[in-house]
């Protein structure tokens, strides 16, 4: 089994920054991607950002310049850099690890709530 465990969400006023981090523990091997996901309330949930095994980034447009994925391979962690949030950034974001073989893992979700 595998474990993600997400932290760093909170209350931020616009323009502000936040850090989300996210540690994956239990069977883990062969990480192909590491990434995360957002939902805000009525929508359905998006990617914001991905990670691949060879270091490659992909965004979501409404967060490209703005927020910044990296990771960890020795430990097994993935954080995301949230710079010049605005009130459309509100939402439950969530962690996500896809393995080889078809693994794929979600945290339980860190809220983030951007206002003033």
Do not use: H
Not at 100 to 113: E, S
């Amino acid at each position: 089994q595998v474990q993600l465990v997400e932290s760093g969400g909170g209350l931020v006023q616009p323009g502000g920054s936040l850090r989300l981090s996210c540690a994956a523990s239990g069977s883990i091997f062969s990480i192909l991607r590491m990434g995360w996901y957002r939902q805000a309330p009525g929508k359905q949930r998006e990617l914001v950002a991905v990670s691949g095994s060879g270091g490659s980034t992909v965004y979501v447009d409404s967060v490209k310049g703005r927020f910044t994925i990296s990771r960890d391979n020795a430990k097994n962690m993935v954080y995301l850099q949230m710079n010049s949030l605005n009130p459309e950034d509100t939402a439950v974001y969530y962690c996500n690890v896809y393995m080889n073989g078809g693994r794929n893992y979600w945290g339980q979700g860190t809220q983030v709530t951007v206002s003033s």
